[in-house]
């Protein structure tokens, strides 16, 4: 009866530091690291704004064993969209639950194993001039049990460290990616790409004159045809219809070119009663122009300004190489134009 009394008290007394404990513990919990992105404040959302986009930073597959992931809910990069995972060390799934462009992500967290418990998730970002503040945060409320390890365990020193390699990896990822960018962007000018690399001699065969500007689409639109079937007929491969610009006349709104088509440089003996002419080999800078023929002047208006900013001089010749043909593709908008200057 003695033993059974002093067991009791133990008991209780257990019971009440349990209690204790419970009533010492945190109700709730925040844990949230941030860092400075030397990128724009969408180039930080765009990695974290989709549950895809954060397994390219994301530090739980280096923490965890034989990680698979399965999509399910909405589309990813939308609200609703769901992710789960399995591992040998832990099961759950995170789901979008808010999205701010440029400005914040919600998640909740669902913890299926090595215990159950739901908390959220949240992305801040802080433009800073050309650069941007993330912050990475969790947070959630303690149950029972949570309120009484809570006395002993530090959520902050055991989830920051790595809330801190995630961070750093997005970091990593997101300058990367604003880097390779911005990269190709210095390439463009008025939102057209510029390509520069050397370019053979190449011979064209086809009608040179000098037209106004009013008579092109008929000049190019007889001719072209002329060359094509008089290469053919001669047993000549022809390329793409393409006009060959020797001037471009702003006061008298004429053009002096030749419209014909692209041939092999050993053809000329076989090609006769139309002008054969070889553009030099040269350095050429190229812009891939898509949409109707009347808006190519934009292109090359971005083209002299990509000349003058690099300080480069014409070498005889303007091409323009039309690979779509109108009569195949109804769609101007996907009609290539390809604008080629050659230079000095």
């Known amino acids: ?27 709730d919990f925040r844990v949230e690291r941030s860092t400075v992105v030397n990128a724009p404040a969408s180039a930080v959302y765009a990695n974290i704004s989709t549950l895809t986009a954060m397994d390219k930073w994301g530090p739980w597959k280096e923490m965890e064993h034989n990680m698979t992931s399965e999509m399910s809910g909405s589309p990813d990069g939308q609200v609703g969209a769901i992710s789960h995972w399995k591992s040998d060390e832990s099961e759950g799934e995170q789901e979008l639950k808010e999205l701010v462009p440029n400005k914040s992500v919600r998640t909740e967290l669902r913890f299926l194993s090595p215990w159950a418990t739901t908390n959220a998730g949240t992305f801040d970002i802080e433009e800073m001039g050309d650069s941007a503040k993330v912050t990475w945060g969790i947070q959630g409320q303690n149950d029972f049990m949570g309120r009484v390890m809570g006395v002993f365990m530090n959520m902050d020193e055991m989830v920051g460290p790595m809330f801190e390699k995630g961070l750093s990896n997005l970091k990593a990822v997101t300058e990367t990616e604003a880097a390779a960018l911005a990269t190709e962007q210095a390439k463009m000018v008025d939102g057209f790409e510029i390509s520069i690399a050397d370019r ?6 086809g009608t040179r004159k000098t037209v106004k500007w009013s008579d092109l689409e008929s000049f190019f639109g007889k001719n072209f045809g002329a060359a094509f079937g008089a290469a053919k007929a001669a047993g000549v491969e ?31 003996d076989k090609l006769k009663g139309m002008t054969w002419y070889e553009t030099p080999a040269s350095k050429a800078y190229t812009i891939d122009y898509y949409g109707s023929y009347e808006g190519t002047g934009k292109a090359h208006e971005a083209m002299d300004k ?33 604008v080629v200057y050659l230079v000095k």
């Open 1 to 27: 009866m003695r033993a059974l009394k002093t067991i009791l008290i133990i008991l209780l007394a257990l019971a009440a530091l349990v209690v204790l404990l419970w009533l010492m513990g945190p109700k």
């Open 200 to 205: 053979p001699a190449m011979a064209y065969y």
């Open 306 to 338: 990509k000349l003058k900013a690099d300080g480069v001089e014409m070498n005889t010749n303007v091409v323009e190489e039309y690979v779509t043909d109108p009569s195949a593709e109804p769609d101007t908008s996907k009609w290539l134009t390809k």
């Open 238 to 268: 022809p390329g793409t219809p393409s006009g060959v610009f020797f001037e471009w006349n702003e006061k008298d709104q004429t053009a002096d070119l030749l419209a014909g088509v692209p041939v092999p440089a050993d053809s000329k």
